[in-house]
């Protein structure tokens, strides 16, 4: 039986996940498993939760689930050094060290946890199943290695760091099939300073996983040999040439550009250029290089110019009438917008005035009311000013009459 120890701390419970439970009984007839066993004894008066967590992590316990009287979690480990927390009426642990293709059985009481020879029979499985999933847990059964090295390191001699995973035994590193040993260790991690040949080294490690099966995984390093640095040279002095004679041919195809051009342009002072004032002055016999020739060429240009200039200044002047014509519409519209709104503004005020003139008292008849009205409106729509003649008789029977 495992050696193991009981203490009453509580654990920093950080991330917490259940079992994953499948068929571990391969592994642990294998001997790569081995498993605990807790299981509440009859005197157990209040259930108690069990988590657990490796002693190489204790950042991260697994919480196995809640265990009463008579039952039973069994949970399948691989080796190593494992603390099991049990909460009852207090905190316990028990620090467990799990070999494979054995059992650890541990007792819980209200205020123990004891180590027991078998648990019984007649218990109840709560749980069972291991921390990882099948899948992960058959991922770390092989050992793994990662290597780095620094290539820009000068010298055959190069630096190499080289990470081990699920090794179950010490890894062997060989180069170029001659064993090699580490300067330093640490963590799963060792460092070499590896002499290396010219060429292609072989650098292979080798090392058992928690399968118990070899594994081995080899990586070449290379130095350049004299050989392969003079072909460099040799290369980079062959691109220097190449360059240098891709300079000369555009060099050679600007000066034979140049040449073509020049030609052209004493082609066409010699024999003309196509256009059209050169075709005209041919016709008239004159000669490209000679005195008329010019003469004809600059009246032509001359009579394009001004003919061009004509042309914008007659644009000009129909865009200025075009303008004037559009200012002239403009005003128009707003003169009689103008008119109307007056129309507008004095036809609600005579129909005022008529309301008024009807609706005065002392106006006679219902009928001499409404000529008088309509005298006033139509007075007022012609702009004639509204004259209103009041009259009054005195005691001697005399009438004074006023206008306004």
């Known amino acids: 039986m495992a050696g193991c120890a009981t203490t009453s701390t509580s654990p920093q419970v950080a991330a917490q996940s259940d079992l994953r439970t499948w068929d571990t009984t391969r592994y642990y007839n294998e001997r790569i498993l081995g498993k605990v066993v807790v299981y509440g004894a009859w005197d157990l008066f209040k259930d108690a939760k069990v988590s657990i967590a490796n002693e190489a992590s204790k950042s991260k316990w697994y919480e196995v689930g809640m265990l009463g009287r008579n039952e039973k979690n069994e949970i399948s480990l691989l080796e190593g050094n494992y603390t099991i927390h049990v909460r009852t009426s207090s905190w316990q642990n028990k620090t467990v060290t799990v070999t494979g293709g054995k059992t650890i059985t541990l007792r819980v009481k209200d205020n123990a946890i004891e180590v027991s020879e078998a648990a019984p029979e007649n218990l109840t499985l709560k749980k069972s199943g291991a921390l990882d999933s099948k899948f992960e847990f058959e991922r770390k059964l092989k050992a793994s290695f990662s290597i780095a090295y620094d290539l820009n390191a000068t010298g055959e001699k190069k630096p190499v760091s080289v990470s081990v995973m ?239």
Do not use: W
């Not at 040993?181 to 640490?186: M, Y």
């Not at 980079?236 to 034979?256: H, M, N, Y």
């Not at 059209?276 to 008329?292: A, E, F, N, R, S």
């Not at 409404?370 to 009438?399: F, H, K, L, S, W």
């Open 166 to 404: 699920g090794a179950v035994s010490e890894p062997v590193f060989k180069l170029n099939g001659a064993v090699v040993s580490h300067q330093t260790a640490n963590n799963n991690s060792y460092v070499f300073s590896l002499q290396l040949n010219k060429g292609h080294n072989e650098f292979v490690v080798e090392a058992y996983g928690l399968d118990r099966n070899l594994v081995s995984q080899k990586y070449v390093l290379h130095i350049k040999t004299d050989k392969e640095i003079q072909d460099e040279i040799a290369a980079a002095k062959e691109a220097e040439r190449a360059r240098a004679e891709e300079l000369r041919q555009r060099q050679i195809q600007l000066e034979i550009q140049a040449k073509a051009k020049k030609a052209e342009e004493e082609r066409i002072a010699r024999e003309g250029d196509g256009s059209p004032d050169d075709i005209d002055c041919k016709k008239y016999g004159l000669k490209p290089q000679t005195q008329g020739y010019a003469e004809c060429r600059m009246r032509l240009d001359l009579s394009r110019k001004e003919s061009e200039r004509a042309r914008a200044m007659n644009l000009a002047n129909i865009k200025a009438l075009e303008n004037a014509r559009q200012a002239d519409l403009q005003r128009r519209y707003e003169e009689e917008q103008r008119q109307k709104q007056m129309n507008a503004n004095r036809e609600s005020r005579c129909e005022l005035l008529r309301a008024q003139e009807y609706l005065r008292p002392g106006s006679g008849s219902f009928a001499d009311s409404a000529m008088t009205a309509n005298n006033a409106y139509e007075n007022c729509m012609a702009g004639v000013p509204q004259i209103r003649t009041t009259c009054t008789r005195d005691g001697y029977g005399n009438y004074n009459c006023t206008s306004r």
